[in-house]
């Protein structure tokens, strides 16, 4: 029996509460009628227009994505728009579009660092920066591994765990270095690493690192740093989400993980 997209969205804001989300974000139905029912339900990293036709291909009712797709100012969402191409595609549909931004990064137990924090194999993780009403919730996580590795075992644990990708995975350090206690942050972490050398870590894994900051970070006695793709680090998040939602909601509605790779970086050349 299928759910209305108001009592399936109650579920996700539930364990994605709006308010833990950047002033700035754009989290929330950006398209749908909370009054039509949803049998199927789709999650993604980005709201591409690869995405959209899985969304059309199954039969989904409502994609939720934890990338924004209208995360700037508009005034319109045209159909010769690419943003806007993509709303009247849905619309037309009967498709709803559902945003869990920077509140599933902070949310606690099933958000995307702890999604992350566990894909790597981290205990006891709690978060980088925690935040001030409730200190289970926060940006990054930083937790322990079960045994120490050295840092190229670690590197070689991360691929194994995350989608592969074009960019691969990119390391500053000693590979040989002990690695126990590990920091990690979905996404753009670059911010964290003070907070990552404040907790302790041996290494940051995150995404969207920048030169100096990196060279800044390797000149230092901070931690080895670790840098994968943004979508990659993301990506995690995807089947615990899905995993979340169909509990919650008692299996009343189908719940899936989207095939489609969307980092787009899509090949490299040279070492």
Request: aromatic share 4%; glycine share 8%; charged share 20%.
């Amino acid at each position: 029996m299928p759910e209305p997209l108001r009592d399936v969205i109650a579920a996700l804001d539930a364990r994605y509460p709006p308010s833990l989300a950047e002033g700035w974000d754009a989290v929330g139905l950006v398209c749908g009628d909370p009054a039509e029912p949803v049998h199927r339900v789709l999650f993604a990293v980005d709201p591409t227009s690869a995405v959209v036709d899985e969304v059309l291909e199954t039969g989904a009712d409502l994609l939720v994505t934890h990338h924004p797709l209208l995360l700037t100012a508009v005034h319109g969402v045209p159909a010769d728009d690419p943003k806007g191409r993509l709303v009247h595609r849905l619309v037309r549909a009967g498709a709803a579009l559902f945003v869990a931004h920077t509140n599933a990064d902070r949310a606690p137990d099933h958000g995307v660092n702890d999604a992350l924090a566990a894909a790597v194999g981290l205990t006891d993780a709690v978060p980088l920066e925690p935040t001030a009403a409730d200190p289970r919730a926060g940006l990054g996580r930083v937790g322990r591994l079960g045994a120490p590795v050295s840092l190229r075992e670690f590197a070689e644990r991360v691929a194994a765990a995350l989608p592969a990708t074009a960019g691969g995975v990119r390391i500053a350090g000693d590979p040989d270095r002990p690695v126990r206690t590990v920091a990690v942050c979905g996404g753009s972490g670059g911010s964290m690493v003070d907070a990552a050398v404040s907790a302790g870590a041996d290494v940051l894994l995150t995404s969207d690192l920048k030169h100096h900051a990196a060279s800044e970070v390797a000149e230092s006695s901070g931690p080895a740093l670790c840098d994968v793709a943004h979508f990659a680090s993301e990506w995690p998040w995807l089947p615990v989400a899905a995993d979340v939602l169909r509990r919650d909601l008692s299996g009343r509605v189908e719940v899936a993980v989207s095939t489609r790779r969307t980092d787009p970086w899509t090949w490299r050349t040279g070492a």
